[in-house]
């Protein structure tokens, strides 16, 4: 068990919608050396809260964020962030793989070049093959950089994304049930990529199969209805739950 101070903390984080409230009195850390899960039933918040770590809930009109969520200590939603940098820093992987219409090496050269992280051609490709490999994409698509990205199969595409998130070197990589789009095959490679990727972000990934947060994470928060139910080791969520409304949902009782 590591001492470090958590990589990102929520305190009191509520969201609404207009007025609608969609997010209430959420309070969770997020440590560098593990892999968080949310879980819970469809429309439960965790995807909503996800959002709220990279601001992503700040192209919703009418969306508002309370409470307080920092990033190494520094507020997120302070008037000085800048949410382009923030954005890069928080990186996010969609649940429909979203490439650019662009090439395979455009895809993943785009955010270091808009944040003038190469010198020069030599570092953009050196950084291209760097995010590849780490996306565990390269050996596939080495020899057709030049191919569109949207011409890959849906679980290279969702690899493609996830070099392209890693690329402009995020601190933490925020999944939004990256799988739920493939098939067993693709979803077993993403797996393994998450395994891969741990300690060097810190990740997170909202799933709605509990076997793949009983697989991928060693934390695991339960959302219903809004609210964080629990919290805690993976392994204790799953096996030894505190609270009535986990155990229910473990068991399939609903959700």
Known sequence: MSNAPPKMTASGVDVFYGAKQAIRNVSIDVRQEDVTAFIGPSGCGKSTFLRTLNRMNDTIPGARVSGDIRLDGEDVYAKTMDVVQ????????????????????????????????????????????????????????????????????????????????????????????????????????IEELIHDLRGRYAIVIVTHNMQQAARVSQRTAFFHLGQLVEYGDTSDIFTNPREERTKDYITGRYG
């Not at 923030?86 to 395979?104: C, E």
């Not at 020069?120 to 050996?139: F, P």
Request: hydrophobic share 40%; proline share 7%; with cysteine.
């Open 86 to 189: 923030l954005r890069a820093r928080v990186g996010m992987v969609f649940q429909k793989p979203n490439p650019f219409p662009k090439s395979i090496f455009e895809n993943v050269a785009y955010g270091p070049r808009i944040h003038g992280l190469a010198r020069s051609r030599a570092d953009l490709a050196q950084i291209v093959e760097r995010s590849l490999t780490r996306a565990g994409l390269w050996n596939e698509v080495k020899d057709r950089l030049g191919d569109s990205g949207t011409a890959l199969s849906g679980g290279q595409q969702q690899r493609l994304c996830i070099a392209r998130a890693i690329a402009v070197d995020p601190e933490v990589i925020l999944m939004d049930e990256p799988c739920s789009a493939l098939d067993p095959v693709a979803t077993a490679r």
